[in-house]
């Protein structure tokens, strides 16, 4: 298998997906610092669908990582990391700028404020884009080790009937990585 193909590209979505969030996120915490205006800019520009859209992010880093992790317990060629970095990159930067784009047209909001958020945006979305990379590598040797400990019979095989359990709240665990509430939800009625 080619270095290339090494890492599914659904693996790779999941990953830039939750990395633009990310990016997302900590563009809007070093721009606006305090809560009470970052909440109420990200209200008036559009910003509804973000307490949703970082569960998901959430969600699909979870996924991402394990299937990067159990797909190298059954496949051990590497990757490369600087072209999981580049791509990474490409689909962090290009979906933050029409990310913003779009939040702005669909609120009505101006396009002038763009500039302080794509001069932060911009940095912040290759950060993470570089941060996850180092995940990926770590979460790949470890994958590593451990299907070298299995062939070498110092670890049992996996069960593949075992069920990853997701915890009770997702959106809680969301809420302190981003430090975006989630949306409100209708009382529990019996």
């Not at 990582?65 to 490369?80: D, E, I, M, P, Q």
């Amino acid at each position: 298998m080619s270095n290339r193909s090494a890492i599914r590209p659904s693996v790779v979505l999941g990953l830039a997906f939750t990395g633009v969030l990310l990016g997302h996120a900590l563009t809007y915490r070093i721009v606006l610092p305090d809560a009470h205006d970052r909440a109420a800019e990200l209200a008036r520009s559009g910003h509804s669908y973000v307490g949703g859209a970082n569960v998901l992010g959430l969600v699909a880093a979870v996924v991402a990582l394990s299937v990067l992790f159990l797909g190298r317990l059954v496949r051990t060629s590497g990757a490369n990391p600087r072209d999981t970095f580049w791509r990474l990159c490409g689909f962090q930067l290009g979906a933050f700028g029409a990310m913003e784009v779009l939040e702005r047209i669909g609120s009505g909001s101006d396009l002038h404020d763009l500039v302080p958020l794509v001069l932060v945006g911009v940095p912040a979305q290759l950060l993470v884009a570089a941060v996850v990379t180092l995940a990926v590598r770590w979460v790949l040797r470890a994958a590593t080790r451990v299907a070298a400990s299995v062939a070498r019979g110092a670890l049992p095989a996996p069960d593949p009937r075992v069920v990853v359990a997701v915890p009770g709240s997702v959106a809680v665990l969301a809420n302190r990585v981003t430090g975006v509430p989630p949306g409100r939800a209708p009382p529990f009625v019996r």
